[in-house]
């Protein structure tokens, strides 16, 4: 008999998700926009973002611990009450004269409950649903959280544009209280570890344990790591740097095209996970090399019509089309790899495995994105340059890894 995905904690997660999302996509929103109007400098919100990031790479393995140990339904319920009244009191306290201390300090605390509520969720999902319905289950929310980023930043502009960024602000609260509200009714067992020693004890016991999992235990969950890191290096690198670049500098578009490209783009993210959701029972290890080589394929388009003597408008559209090719695998390469390591970890490891793999995402998209800067401002006039050989080595990367993936279970 066939397990029902949307049970009543299922559920319940997921309202909470798109809620939660919605609600830290118009935050986002907000927060830019203010930041651009009282500085004129986008480096400096550059700047602030990329520090803010520092707490959850660093937090993250505590993180984990912590939903390994702790009773998941209440942590997640404390961290997004915790959420509500940290933008409440930036919504409180903000002018135009502390914008900056009041932005960035929010950010910072963001990114410190981040750090925990990520591999909390991700813990959760698991001990929901079982068999192929975890990876349909990663896949609706990968669906949420692409149709919260298509549809938040559209209502979230209006809304700032007519009102301002505080109703915005208070508007988010809403959205971190309602979804602490749908996690209250969430049941899940708790079954508590104990722990011998302090807490740096049992932080370091769990730590090396963990590890220990990955390294030698399950290998494979640290090789899809490290190919995971890798190829987000190189496919992140040109589609979030690359993108805007290429609209705006190089074709010489306006903002219309590149909204009606990110738009495409998001739609092509929930296209991805609807597959994933679709194929989960065909979806098995030995074909993930197949998805991640089908990325550099889907990355050469792009970079031979450059090449070609064609209109900018047709470079446009063939960039688009390449770009949402790339966008759709990443989306199920995501699921996949997420539903598989959480498969392959018991119950009492996934909490912090689950904040490796984040902390690991983390650490390497920021590098990839300067790398690829620096190429795009270098090669501005030949683009094909970087294109053509980051799809061909991610190609390569993806058909090495084969043989690997076809000896491992």
């Not at 074709?251 to 194929?279: D, H, M, P, Q």
């Amino acid at each position: 008999m066939t397990e029902r995905l949307f049970t009543k904690n299922f559920t319940l997660l997921i309202l909470g998700q798109l809620t939660s999302l919605f609600g830290n996509f118009i935050l986002r929103l907000a927060l830019s926009m203010y930041i651009l109007e009282v500085t004129g400098s986008a480096a400096i919100f550059a700047g602030i973002l990329s520090a803010a990031t520092v707490p959850t790479i660093l937090l993250s393995p505590l993180g984990g611990i912590l939903a390994d140990r702790a009773d998941r339904r209440n942590i997640m319920v404390a961290l997004d009450a915790l959420t509500g009244v940290s933008v409440l009191c930036a919504a409180i306290f903000l002018t135009e004269h502390n914008a900056i201390a009041v932005i960035g300090t929010l950010l910072i605390l963001l990114s410190v409950l981040g750090a925990f509520e990520t591999p909390t969720v991700q813990a959760c999902i698991p001990t929901m649903l079982q068999g192929d319905n975890i990876m349909k289950g990663n896949a609706v929310v990968n669906q949420v959280a692409s149709l919260s980023c298509l549809t938040a930043p559209a209502l979230g502009g209006v809304l700032y544009a007519m009102f301002g960024p505080r109703p915005v602000l208070y508007a988010s609260v809403v959205c971190f209280f309602i979804t602490a509200l749908f996690e209250c009714f969430i049941k899940l067992s708790y079954p508590r570890i104990q722990g011998e020693g302090g807490v740096l004890r049992i932080v370091k016991q769990d730590f090396f344990s963990s590890m220990k999992y990955i390294s030698k235990e399950q290998t494979s969950i640290s090789k899809m790591l490290l190919l995971t890191a890798l190829t987000r290096f190189f496919v992140m690198g040109v589609t979030i740097v690359g993108l805007p670049f290429l609209v705006r500098t190089v074709l010489g578009f306006n903002a219309k095209y590149y909204g009606a490209a990110e738009s495409t783009l998001a739609v092509a993210t929930i296209l991805g996970s609807i597959a994933a959701g679709v194929f989960a029972e065909k979806l098995k290890l030995d074909k993930l090399s197949v998805l991640f080589a089908s990325l550099g394929i889907f990355m050469l388009p792009a970079g031979v019509v450059f090449l070609l003597p064609v209109d900018a408008i047709i470079k446009y559209i063939v960039t688009i089309v390449s770009f949402s090719g790339v966008q759709a695998v990443v989306s199920i390469v995501s699921v996949f790899v997420v539903s598989l390591i959480q498969q392959r970890t018991p119950n009492h490891l996934i909490g912090k495995v689950m904040a490796y793999t984040s902390a690991v995402t983390l650490c390497v998209q920021p590098i990839g994105q300067i790398v690829y800067g620096f190429l795009f401002d270098r090669f501005h006039s030949t683009v094909y340059f970087v294109l053509i050989p980051t799809g061909i080595i991610v190609c390569i990367m993806g058909l090495a890894a084969m043989i690997f993936f076809r000896k491992t279970n």
